[in-house]
């Protein structure tokens, strides 16, 4: 079975997550550069047989759209162009960057690699997977 891939976009960084084969556990994957993510999700999916990306959706409290909506919505314009088969999903995001913090509190790490927003990013795209895997 293919993976699915879940992309927590930032200006800056992208957190990654990805499920196993058989698509029941979400994973993180990585943390890239925003300019580096297109190229790094190529050189993946030439490894790895994925069927789905799934971004996270920035919304408000009341559902509206937030600052970030228009880097997202010009991010998934460029997965298109770039991966025109690849079935592209949104997943709400909202509160997952709270709640990344307080996984990675929960697991124990340190205060040091608790402020790596890279951890932060990685985790975020883990939870936005877990929600779009209890969609389907």
């Not at 979400?26 to 490894?47: E, G, P, R």
């Not at 990344?100 to 509190?105: M, N």
């Not at 124990?108 to 877990?130: H, M, P, Y």
């Amino acid at each position: 079975m293919p993976r699915i891939l879940a992309i927590d976009y930032g200006t800056k960084r992208v957190g990654l997550a990805v499920t196993d084969p058989l698509q029941i556990i979400a994973n993180t994957l990585t943390t890239v550069h925003s300019k580096d993510v297109i190229q790094y999700l190529k050189d993946y999916t030439s490894k790895e047989e994925v069927s789905c990306f799934v971004v996270g959706k920035p919304t408000r409290h009341n559902g509206d759209d937030t600052d970030a909506t228009p880097h997202i919505e010009k991010f998934i314009s460029l997965l298109v162009k770039n991966f025109p088969a690849m079935k592209i999903e949104r997943a709400d995001e909202r509160f997952t960057s709270v709640m990344a913090r307080r996984t990675l509190t929960e697991m124990g790490l340190k205060k040091k690699d608790r402020e790596k927003k890279e951890n932060v990013d990685q985790v975020s795209a883990v939870l936005i997977l877990q929600t779009y895997m209890t969609m389907l």
